[in-house]
């Protein structure tokens, strides 16, 4: 392979990842997320904070549908696998994993794991392997979020 025919190739690629990475989400500045986003929401999703224990929207909220990431629309919890943990946060046995991201979070002197959009990489929440069965996990939420998709049935 010729220099010219190997540097269309790595073009090629680098635009087709670009795109990628735009069609995600994953292109917009801080100051976009800022203007598009209530500041609360946006300390939340953007800045890793968390909202006050039994303040959330959907903390008691028991509907039949979709929890669907706030920033950018992708599903992430199904409402039959919503539970009260007792936490003050919606918690969800199970995820749409495809669509969650987990990461090593070490803050407050502690070790968890952080769970972030996989398509927009908002800031959802942590991750305990202390839920109920069938997965033993808890998916421990912001509400801040969360949108929410009703059922249309």
Not at 23 to 35: C, D, I, P, S, V
Not at 49 to 78: H, I, S
Request: net charge negative.
């Amino acid at each position: 392979m010729n220099c010219f025919a190997l540097y269309c190739q790595i073009m090629k690629r680098k635009t087709d990842e670009e795109a990628f990475m735009s069609e995600q989400g994953l292109q917009k500045t801080e100051e976009e997320w800022k203007a598009e986003l209530p500041e609360d929401v946006f300390n939340i999703v953007r800045k890793k904070g968390t909202e006050r224990a039994f303040t959330g929207k959907y903390e008691k909220f028991y509907e039949p549908g979709v929890y669907a990431c706030r920033c950018c629309g992708a599903d992430l919890f199904n409402s039959t696998t919503k539970y009260d943990s007792g936490s003050g946060w919606p918690s969800f046995y199970d995820a749409q994993k495809h669509n969650i991201a987990e990461k090593n979070d070490g803050s407050w002197m502690m070790q968890r794991t952080e769970i972030v959009c996989n398509k927009c990489d908002a800031h959802l929440g942590h991750v305990f392997p202390d839920g109920p069965k069938p997965t033993g996990m808890r998916y421990c939420v912001n509400s801040a979020s969360l949108q929410f998709k009703g059922d249309e049935s």
